[in-house]
């Protein structure tokens, strides 16, 4: 089980197979695990590196971090697994990671994947403190508020009832910290870029996004993808904001395809 730190913080990471090196970065509140979906079609074909967030899985759980500390742990892993660039790849929070490490460490960044998530500007709405607490402490509570509303399955209208019971398991044991996870909202929450930032990167950059998205909007994945000056936009229909379960063979596929497309026209 390899570890490394960065600062003082342990992080766990881990890989699989061989190639052009994928770093994959999760999103709010989940570890590593959770890549299940995509792994195996990636390290097919690729190197895939992935960790646990702070806060989850068996990397350590301080508070009082950034999203740039999280984008800094993401270089750390690369740093050690002894890859100086990598595709990079995040979903949902993990897709603001990687949009941060981009526009800081552009040279280490061979090309941007970005799913159910989008550009973190000022003008986007942020959850209250309050909130945060409460998702974390009342659970119960959050659950009947979304249900109220009719929705929160966070899958779509096409996902397999097999799929999303065998998520489900796998979520009930992921394990995870409530001080690093609220630690993470509080970071999302004061995090800013800008579409100036973000449309300077040329490097090829792919934003895939579910049409029943209720978390993240999809016309929010469809920003990032107009903001961003080489980029590919991949609508997935009838799923949510945990696009993974859905169409897995095509979405894995798609990512694939832009990866070997990233990889031969090399960096402009």
């Not at 929010?220 to 063979?249: C, Q």
Request: glycine residues 8%; contains cysteine.
């Amino acid at each position: 089980m390899p570890f490394t730190t960065n600062k003082s913080v342990r992080l766990h990471w881990d890989e699989k197979g061989d190639g052009a090196p994928i770093l994959l970065v999760m999103g709010h509140r989940y570890s590593s695990a959770m890549w299940y979906p995509a792994i195996p079609a990636l390290s097919a074909k690729h190197r895939v590196i992935w960790f646990d967030n702070r806060g989850t899985g068996e990397t350590d759980a301080p508070t009082g971090f950034t999203v740039e500390d999280m984008a800094d742990d993401a270089f750390a892993v690369m740093d050690a697994a002894g890859v100086d660039t990598a595709h990079i790849y995040g979903v949902s929070m993990g897709g603001v990671i990687v949009q941060d490490m981009a526009l800081r460490r552009p040279e280490r960044v061979r090309s941007l994947i970005v799913g159910c998530s989008g550009p973190l500007t000022a003008d986007k709405p942020r959850a209250p403190k309050f909130l945060n607490w409460l998702i974390h402490h009342a659970p119960w509570l959050v659950k009947l508020i979304v249900a109220s509303r009719g929705g929160g399955a966070g899958y779509g209208s096409r996902v397999d009832p097999a799929a999303v019971a065998y998520d489900q398991a796998m979520i009930a044991k992921d394990k995870y910290s409530v001080k690093g996870v609220l630690a993470q909202s509080e970071a999302l929450r004061t995090y800013r870029t800008t579409h100036e930032a973000l449309a300077g990167l040329t490097l090829p950059s792919m934003v895939l996004h579910g049409d029943e998205d209720q978390t993240v909007p999809l016309k929010w994945g469809r920003e990032l993808a107009d903001t961003l000056p080489n980029s590919r936009f991949h609508e997935i229909k009838g799923v949510a904001h945990n696009f993974m379960m859905v169409d897995l063979d095509t979405t894995n596929a798609a990512v694939l395809d832009f990866i070997r497309d990233a990889d031969a026209a090399g960096r402009p």
